[in-house]
């Protein structure tokens, strides 16, 4: 084995009003560009009808049975309703997303529900205060030798001065995005199952370990796709605590 690492979930995390605050002025902050790009690439009703409304109709048609007695009837519907809608599109969006606009407001409410984002932050931390398990092992596995920067009493790291990557060469940057969201995902939902555990529902003890399972299976079916050495990268559960490990052979 070269290395390998294993990192305990903290599941105290919660999500400070800095980090809050943070999210909702850099979200907002995406506002103008967002905006921007989208007018540009959407600047008339031509290139509405090019980008967004034959590609709509196309879409909901595959949606539609075809055994639907009143298909044809739905789709041409659907096509002449779209098509005539760009003035409207253009106008709710141009007011949506100015400044105070549905998509700031959207925002503001989404801050109160902002807490919530806890149980994504006790997987991955954040970069400027303390990165997460899933954060760190993801890393490693990419190549990164970051993680070592945030080494806490939750890790435990075998041989660390030897991290290396076990993935072929083009995929190392490219395999944080594609494990990392499984990897979380998994994470979470066990977390909301033990938590029902906890409250007395046992019967969520099979969603716990049925969320785990399901998530390993996927990390390891992607990363069968990229390795050029044996490796691992899994979740685990053990004595009412959750753990990420990752390794190379």
């Known amino acids: 084995m070269l290395w390998s690492y294993r990192g305990r979930i903290d599941r105290t995390v919660e999500v400070s009003p800095e980090v809050r605050d943070l999210w909702l002025d850099s ?38 049975n075809d055994e639907f007695i009143g298909a044809e009837v739905a789709e041409t519907k659907h096509r002449v309703k779209v098509r005539r809608a760009y003035e409207v599109w253009d106008s709710n969006f141009r007011s949506a997303s100015e400044e105070g606009g549905a998509w700031e407001q959207g925002l503001e409410r989404g801050k109160e529900r902002y807490p919530e984002a806890k149980y994504s932050l006790m997987c991955v931390g954040t970069l400027r205060e303390k990165p997460g398990p899933c954060w760190k092992a993801v890393y490693a596995l990419s190549g990164s030798k970051e993680p070592l920067r945030f080494v806490t009493a939750d890790d435990y790291w075998e041989n660390p001065t030897a991290i290396c990557s076990p993935f072929e060469l083009w995929a190392r940057r490219a395999s944080r995005s594609l494990l990392l969201p499984p990897l979380v995902l998994g994470a979470v939902l066990a977390i909301y199952a033990q938590e029902l555990v906890e409250m007395g529902e046992k019967e969520f003890e099979d969603w716990r370990d049925l969320a ?38």
């Open 27 to 64: 979200a907002k902050a995406s506002r103008l560009d967002f905006r921007s790009r989208v007018l540009i690439a959407i600047p008339d009703e031509a290139s509405y009808l090019q980008f967004l409304a034959d590609p709509s109709s196309l879409r909901f048609a595959e949606f539609v």
């Open 212 to 249: 785990i399972s399901k998530a390993n299976e996927i990390l390891e079916s992607y990363i069968s796709k990229i390795k050029v050495r044996d490796c691992w990268l899994r979740l685990s559960f053990a004595d009412g605590d959750f753990y990420v490990e990752a390794g190379v052979i």
